[in-house]
DNA sequence: ACTTGGATGCAAATCAATTGCATTAGCTTC
DNA sequence: GAAGCTAATGCAATTGATTTGCATCCAAGT
């Protein structure tokens, strides 16, 4: 089977999970094994890179499911952590499917021109962010940090 | 006048720009200055930490006008470099006003439970920023960090 | 004062996301 | 394998943030 998507083959980490591993996991949440449910799996397992809700909805090959459905069951497979949710300040959730064992925390550089996405290796220094929580006396702590830019395409593009 | 805003005095930069510097700044930017863009300013002058379209809206002393004209506005402002947009992913947009010079970057730390805002003054670092805007040919790179917890108040609160 | 284009008010439209409700269909039990 | 329970689904309507069309208004320049 050819890459699902080329644009996104710099994405280091192309581990595609078996379904049957995923049905699995929802087994043991305890939730229905359903067509609209694999389907959803079966896209997010065949694109890993940050798919919107409508795009999981169009890229359901064959089947068809209500949009709703794709919300709802975005939500549940997130509750389950089963996806990780990303936000890139547009308007529309993202999300990414989590390989298990993998808490799937990364983040993203965004092309601000064509929506490219690179998955990034660097975090927020987890000292920097203790003293921080320290500091401030929360508990709990976490982040949101993506990257914007110009790909070097739309550079190309922009010269031309 | 005593602080407008006791729930975030530990924010530190409390710099209260004169209204008439704000409105030069419009002058400057050829933009008219009209009543409703006076109260707006004036209301991010009085709360400097990240409001909502719909506070801002609200806690227009006396004047009244349109929440499309706060909305316009704040956009404008944006454009103008006058405003800074945050975005907490509560799906409504923040903004705070700049101080003139300073480009505004900065960070927060958000309560999960109560949404209590504290600035915060560490930063991804620059010279990782860099290295990773080369290494993937990126160029303009900039990014979204925000940092999210419980506040010590919510701690003390879930024990009781 | 006169003119003009930006700014405003108001209502309607968008768009993402959620929800109420009746119906359907997994999954467990017998 | 049928019965029963409840989650899951489809569909339509709703919510909430944000935008926009349009007629009117007014700040600023001449």
Redesign the interface.
Known sequence: MKDPCPQHAHRHRLIQPALNELTDQLRRNARKITAPRQAILNVLRRHQHPLTNREIHAALSGFECDLATVYRNLNTLEEMGMVRRF?F?DGTARFELLIEGDDGHHHH?V??QCSTV?E?E?C??AE??TA??RR?????????????????KC?ERGRS
């Open positions: 936000d300040g550089l092309c601000t690179v990034i660097d927020f220094p920097l962010e921080l929580a401030h006396g929360f508990k709990h702590i976490s982040h949101k940090l993506e990257f914007f830019g110009i790909c070097p550079q």
